[in-house]
């Protein structure tokens, strides 16, 4: 990938202090491993403004330090029109969002570019179980781990 095809990645979630997060901070510990932080832009936001007071989860924190990433300086954020536009690739981490994320797409001039993140691995379900409520955040780095593998590999 040379300098100039620069690609950007947004992982939306209801929130966006939980799965849209680990999501892009997972990713963002995958490029740069393989030192491809300067090809591709990662960032995440939420449909509902709910949870924008909060960060990142302990929880998730927690479980990401496990596997011994490390996400400082992480805060949500509420998924703005100009997103639809200006990523190349939206991310939704369960089909309520990308339903969410098609409603706003049809009412603006952006591309058709929205797809779940486990539609791109073999997974015995489509949405990522939100650890929020589940509380189980190995689950959730296991699936958004093989998919964030597979999306690398699908920019890439």
């Known amino acids: 990938m040379e300098d100039s095809d620069l690609k950007s990645v947004l992982f939306v979630g209801k929130g966006d202090n ?3 997060l680990l999501a892009e901070v997972i990713l963002r510990d995958q490029i740069e491993k393989q030192n491809a932080s300067e090809n591709i832009k990662v ?3 939420g449909t ?3 949870q924008h007071a909060n960060l990142l989860c302990e929880e998730a924190i927690a479980a990401l330090s496990q596997y011994g990433i490390h996400c400082e ?3 949500p954020r509420q998924l703005e029109r100009k997103d639809v536009e200006s990523f190349d690739y939206l991310v939704a981490l369960d089909r309520e969002t990308q339903a969410d994320l098609e409603l706003l797409m049809r009412s603006s001039s952006g591309k ?3 797809f779940l993140l486990l539609e791109l691995i073999h997974s015995y379900t489509l949405d990522v179980p939100n650890p929020y409520y ?3 955040y190995d689950e959730a780095y296991h699936l958004i781990n093989e998919g964030c593998k597979a999306l ?3 920019i890439k």
């Open 134 to 136: 589940t509380k189980d």
């Open 112 to 114: 058709d570019h929205c």
């Open 48 to 50: 509902t403004s709910w």
């Open 18 to 20: 939980c799965c849209s």
């Open 43 to 45: 960032d995440s936001a």
């Open 73 to 75: 300086h992480q805060s």
């Open 152 to 154: 690398l590999n699908k």
